[in-house]
Structures are given as structure tokens and as C-alpha cells.
């Protein structure tokens, strides 16, 4: 399938001056820039209306199916400026995969991925001053798909959908760099169970994990770590980012079971441990096993890892049974060794030998 965008440009985008004071200070997710692309599904005429217009707020009818019934998805990828001047994203068809793969579990229709790459290509190239020249800096896009039908009827999914692109200048995720996150492990809440949504980047998701998220800062904690549906006691993920073990100087993540998200950066970082021949597992780990690893001294590191904070090291981990910390507290080799190598891949420093690399302008 071939869409062609309409381009309508901004008359009254940011002067650069206003951009510069931006980019001095993006923080997370908190300023956007001067375009978006958006295109409308229907059953009728399928994709259509593709279009670069200016940034601006979406006007919907108060019964629009997504306030009421969550019909809702998105993606998180970002834009790098490499040494050289080149702007790239990472493994862009990949999140065009998982998006409609997401767009599956929802009954939403699936967009072509060549379509999602040529959005994002789009709103990039238009904004390609957005991007930060900042070291570690990049341009977070946020794809995402709401359900527009109008009307409360339940009976069917939605007949009409929007497909939106928005872009955002992004320091790093969590304020203060590489400082280890303390985590909550929630017992009370559970996030997903086998044949919910778990696997699919659904707003709903988040939208019940909040509660628990709330009760990991009460119990002062940064982060919520869920486990398993079933037992409460299963390592799952963390909020929003996927979890990694270093055992006995061997990797280790909890298998995809379909209850937690299929991370990208999860996927990369299984691949660049075979490349540097380090030894990594998928399977499950329980609670016990975690708080004695730690004890006995087989694990040494635990990380999250994502496109938004890339990889973060885990501190302490506390829970209705008590508290206990990770190696020493610190940032461990493992953990810095691999986010020297991804965020090297992804800046430009290091060869790109799996062709992650899209080039975009
Ligand atoms: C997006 C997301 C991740 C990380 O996925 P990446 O593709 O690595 O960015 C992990 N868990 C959840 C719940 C997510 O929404």
C-alpha cells in the first residue's frame, strides 16, 4: 500500500530561540514540536487522509469511543543525532511489528509498515532541529492509535480509528542519569494475566498500574516491579521497562509469556550478549529466589532496560517481607558494559553489525 502525506506546515512554530531554550532542558515527554502527522482508518476507505499538519489538539466528540472503552495503543522509539550529523532511528520496523501486533490483540486494524517508518520519517525530516545535538540526547516519538467511532455501543469494536505520530525532545527518562532506582514489589496489584493484554503497549495497561506505581513511592520507593497473576511471586517487569539478572556472571530475563511486554531493547540486548559472548537465559525467577541470589552473592546486578531510560540499574528491592540491595548499590560492569554498547550502536560510536540502524536524514 501507497499513502501519500499532505504537508500543511507550521506559520507559527517556535522561533529558534524558543526551540534552544527547549532543547537546554527537554526533561522527559513534557514539550512537543512544532508538527505531527496523523491518518484516519475506516472500514470503508481503510487508511486515509495522511497528513503533516501543524501540532495542535485533536477536537473529538464526547462520545468517542476511546474516552469510554480505552480502544487505545501506542509506540516509544526515538530519534538520534549520530556523530556525523546523521539523524537515525533504531530497529523502526520492529516497533511497526509489535504495533500491529498490538493492534491485533485490540481488534484495531493494522497499518502497513512501511507507513509507520514513512510517519515517522516525515515528522523527523520536518523537524529535524528538534532533534538534540546534546550527548545522550535524542527525539522521543510517540506513535499511537485511539478508536473514533462515536457512539456507546458495545457490541463491536470501534469502525473508524486515528493513527497519530507526536515527537518530543528527551534529556534522559529518569532525572539524574545512571543513578540506581529502588523498586517495590507489588503483591497487592497484578498488571496482566494469561490472556489479557499484557503483551500488547495498550494505554489500559497503564492506565491500572498507577495505583500500584502510587503505592511504590508511599512505601518510598521509585518504581513498581509486578510479578505473576497466579502466585504473586513471579518476576515479570518493571513499570514500564523489562528486567535483566546478571547470575553467576551469566544474563538472565523472565521469559515472554505473554503477560509482559516483548521490549526491544530486551531483544537487542539478548542479541549483543551473544555477540560479546556473554551467556544469557530466558526462564522464570520467583521473589526468593532474587532476595537469596543477592544474599548468597550469585547475583550480583539487576537492570531495566528500555527505549526511554535505556538501561537503569536496580539498587533496592523492598516488599511486604522486607528490603535488600543489589551487589552494593551501585551501577555494576555488566550493566554499563551493555548500555556502553546499545547507547554506542545507537549514537554512532559503534558499529552497527545487525543493520538497526534507519537512516532517516
Ligand atoms: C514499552 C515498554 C517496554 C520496553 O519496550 P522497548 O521496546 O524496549 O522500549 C517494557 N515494558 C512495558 C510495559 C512497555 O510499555
Redesign the pocket.
Known amino acids: 500500500m501507497t499513502l501519500s502525506f499532505d504537508v500543511q506546515l507550521s506559520e507559527n512554530g517556535r522561533t529558534p530561540a524558543e526551540r534552544e531554550q527547549v532543547l537546554s532542558d527537554p526533561g522527559f515527554g513534557k514539550t512537543f514540536t512544532d508538527h505531527m502527522v496523523t491518518i484516519d482508518w475506516t472500514e470503508e476507505r481503510g487508511w486515509h487522509d495522511a497528513r503533516l499538519t501543524p501540532y495542535a489538539p485533536l477536537s473529538l466528540d464526547p462520545a468517542t469511543s476511546v474516552f469510554h472503552y480505552a480502544q487505545e495503543l501506542f509506540e516509544?522509539?526515538k530519534a538520534y543525532r549520530q556523530t556525523g550529523e546523521s539523524i537515525v532511528t533504531f530497529r523502526p520496523y520492529?516497533?511497526a511489528a509489535?504495533f500491529n501486533a498490538s493492534a491485533r490483540r485490540m481488534a484495531m486494524p493494522e497499518l502497513p509498515e512501511q507507513v509507520f517508518v514513512e510517519a515517522l520519517e516525515l515528522l523527523v525530516q520536518t523537524d529535524r532541529d528538534w532533534v538534540p545535538t546534546t550527548e545522550g540526547h535524542s527525539l522521543y516519538l510517540r506513535p499511537f492509535m485511539i478508536a473514533t467511532q462515536v457512539g456507546l455501543g458495545v457490541n463491536h469494536p470501534s469502525n473508524a480509528y486515528r493513527f497519530v505520530v507526536i515527537a518530543s525532545p528527551a534529556a534522559s527518562y529518569f532525572a539524574g542519569g545512571v543513578k540506581p532506582v529502588s523498586v517495590w514489589l507489588s503483591q497487592d496489584f497484578t498488571?496482566a494475566a494469561v490472556g489479557g493484554t499484557g503483551a500488547a503497549?495498550c494505554g489500559g495497561?497503564?492506565a491500572a498500574a498507577f495505583l500500584a506505581q502510587r503505592q511504590a513511592v508511599e512505601k518510598g520507593c521509585d518504581q513498581v516491579v509486578w510479578l505473576d497473576a497466579v502466585e504473586h511471586r513471579w518476576v515479570e517487569?518493571?513499570?514500564?521497562?523489562?528486567l535483566f539478572f546478571v547470575f553467576r556472571d551469566r544474563l538472565f530475563t523472565p521469559a515472554l509469556t505473554g503477560t509482559?511486554?516483548?521490549?526491544?531493547?530486551?531483544?537487542?540486548l539478548l542479541t549483543l550478549a551473544a555477540d560479546l559472548g556473554i551467556p544469557a537465559e530466558e526462564g522464570r525467577i520467583n521473589i526468593d529466589e532474587w532476595r537469596d541470589g543477592c544474599a548468597s552473592g550469585e547475583i550480583t546486578e539487576v537492570f531495566a532496560?528500555?527505549?526511554?531510560a535505556v538501561i537503569t540499574p536496580v539498587g533496592t528491592v523492598s516488599g511486604q517481607d522486607g528490603s535488600w540491595t543489589v551487589g552494593d548499590g551501585t551501577p555494576g560492569p555488566m550493566t554499563m558494559r551493555l548500555r556502553d554498547e546499545l547507547m554506542g550502536i545507537q549514537f554512532g560510536s559503534r558499529v552497527d553489525s545487525h543493520d538497526w540502524i534507519h537512516k532517516i536524514c
Open positions: 516509544g522509539l520492529s516497533n509489535r498488571r503497549k495497561n497503564y517487569e518493571m513499570g514500564g521497562m523489562n509482559l511486554l516483548p521490549g526491544i531493547t530486551r531483544a537487542s532496560c528500555g527505549t526511554a
